[in-house]
Structures are given as C-alpha cells and as structure tokens.
C-alpha cells in the first residue's frame, strides 16, 4: 500500500473515531445513572475519642465512594475550630468540593451545614427554615440527574413540621428526584416523618437502623428520603448505615440509588 494511501486510510479512521474519544473525555456522558449520598452529622469533628480531627471525617467520606454527601455541623471560621473552614478542609482529604450553608452566626465565624460533591453543582440555593433554638437552613444542589437538599432540622416538633411544606416546594419545583438527606432530630414514629411521607417523600434508609448515639446507638436520627417527579425514575439499590462509632457522635447513613429510569 502507497504511504498516501495509508496516511489517508489513517486520517480516516481518525475522524471516525473522534466522536467517541470526545464523549469518553467527557465525565457527564460517562455516567451509569447511579448515585452514591451519605449523609453524617460530623459533630464539627469531635469524636467521642474527645479528638477534633476533620482528616479523620474527609477519609471515612472519601474511602465511602460518596458522589454527593449532606453534612451537619460544621463551623467555618470560628474561634472554637482556629479559624478554619471546616468543611473545605474535610472536602480537600476526601477529595470533593464543598458548599458551605451558613445556619447562625457563631463565636466569630459561622455554624451551619454543608454539601460535599464530586463535581461543582449546577446551581446552589439556601432556603431559611424555622428554628426557634437556632435559625435553620435546608441546602440545595442540583446536578444533571437529581437534586440533593441537606437539613439540620430543629429540635422543635412544631417548627419541624412548619418545615415540611418549604421543603415539598423546593423538591417540587426543580423538575428532576430530590434526595432529602440529613439529621432530623426526630424519630421514625414522630408526627415530622408521618406528614414528610404524605408530602411526597419515601425514605430509603432503614429506620429500624439506629444512628445516635455513635458508640452504642438506640435512636434513628439520620435518613435518606426520596422525591420523584410525577413519572417515578429513581430505583433505590441498597442502603446501610455505617459502621464508624468514634469519629462523631453520630453514625454516617448511606444509600445508592439509580436515576433515569433504570430499574
């Protein structure tokens, strides 16, 4: 075969195959459709080892395999941490990036909660809650295939459920499953949980699983719940609460799900 002819034969095949090397470099086309959230109250570090370590928090989120993850209790720039910025330093060991939501302001700095995810979200919103101990915040990001909304919710029944129909709107208007993960601070039977279940959402995780106390739980304080648009698209593949009973003073929760309608 002449050298023009091969060259040829060569650019042919290069052009053939350049759709496909495109859409292998690019990581959104890539994807499978499944999800993994976590969800853990970090207590702002301190273990129940009386050891404030936010490596320790950024390893266990890495080592999880988590694309998205809800944490509680976070400070950024408080006296009481040193002036650092907790969740940006649990984000960089478990190699994610972060999205702070501030709560209240606290001892110099800020308290709150926070979202760590894989890639930089499509778009952020931050919408005030009811709290009467302690203003509250349900954190929202949204990415191609599904919305992740992070709470920290009151102590407070009444204010909890006064929290229900701001978080069904937020879940309805976006259009795309909304993962509702996060402490709770209620109980399985709670009133909060009943009326969350009419709004529209099925939790994932399993309630019989307790969360809290960490070393040796007996309360279910932690959940993953799920809100479908009207043509249902998301498939629940398993979910566990994790083993971890000293890095806080709660147990992370996990669950994978499938979105795209792959059931």
Request: include cysteine; charge should be neutral.
């Amino acid at each position: 075969m002449r050298l023009s002819a091969l060259l040829g034969r060569l650019l042919v095949l290069c052009l053939a195959a350049a759709p496909a090397l495109a859409q292998a470099k690019s990581p959104r086309s890539t994807r499978t459709g499944r999800v993994k959230v976590l969800s853990y109250n970090v207590h702002n570090g301190l273990g129940l080892d009386d050891v404030r370590d936010y490596a320790r928090i950024g390893r266990l989120v890495r080592r999880s395999g988590a694309r998205v993850a809800a944490i509680q209790e976070v400070d950024s720039a408080t006296h009481r941490s040193s002036g650092r910025y907790v969740l940006g330093e649990i984000a960089r060991e478990a190699g994610m990036f972060p999205v702070f939501g501030q709560a209240i302001a606290y001892d110099g700095g800020a308290y709150g909660i926070g979202i760590l995810c894989r890639e930089e979200p499509l778009a952020v919103r931050r919408i005030p809650l009811p709290g009467r101990e302690e203003e509250r915040l349900l954190l929202v990001a949204e990415f191609d295939d599904f919305v992740l909304g992070c709470v920290h919710l009151s102590l407070t029944e009444e204010d909890r459920m006064a929290s229900v129909e701001k978080i069904r709107a937020e879940a309805a208007r976006s259009g795309k499953p909304f993962v509702l993960a996060g402490d709770w601070n209620a109980h399985p039977d709670d009133a909060f949980v009943g009326r969350l279940c009419e709004a529209g959402f099925r939790i994932v995780t399993d309630t019989a699983q307790p969360t809290f106390p960490a070393g040796r739980p007996d309360e279910c304080l932690d959940y993953i719940a799920l809100y479908e648009p009207a043509e249902p698209c998301a498939a629940v593949r398993r979910t566990r609460v994790g083993r971890e009973a000293v890095a806080s003073d709660h147990r992370p929760v996990e669950a994978v799900l499938t979105f795209g309608g792959r059931r």
